[in-house]
Nanobody, 123 residues
């Protein structure tokens, strides 16, 4: 079993920055891929970014490219999402998720999920 706990959400003005953290526990993560998804009110959950524990391969959705950076700290079993130049349309609940082996943007391929952290960007 894998446990994921997100933190770092909050309220920020447009143009500002936030760093989300996802602390993972429960087993060795060398074969895992960690992803960030988000869900805005009234919308479906969408992929944001993903990173592999080994090798650090990253993958970003188009809205995140150039503004968001996903990274990891293997020693702390923690994945981060640095979000810069935030826009009101980035307002959503952000979820950390884990799956085995391959970087993926497909929600149902991720087996483990955190409880989410809310990000609100004011205009």
């Amino acid at each position: 079993q894998v446990q994921l706990v997100e933190s770092g959400g909050g309220v920020v003005q447009a143009g500002g920055s936030l760093r989300l953290s996802c602390a993972a526990s429960g087993r060795a993560f060398s074969s895992y891929v960690m992803g960030w998804f988000r869900q805005a009110p009234g919308k479906e959950r969408e992929f944001v970014a993903a990173i592999s524990w080994v090798g650090g391969t990253t993958y970003y959705a188009d809205p995140a490219k150039g503004r968001f950076t996903i990274s990891k700290d293997n020693a702390k079993n923690t994945v981060y999402l640095q979000m810069n130049s935030l826009k009101p349309e980035d307002t959503a609940a952000y979820y950390c998720a884990a799956r085995l082996y391959r970087v993926s943007a497909v929600e149902y391929e991720y087996r483990y999920w955190g409880q989410g952290t809310q990000v609100t960007v004011s205009s």
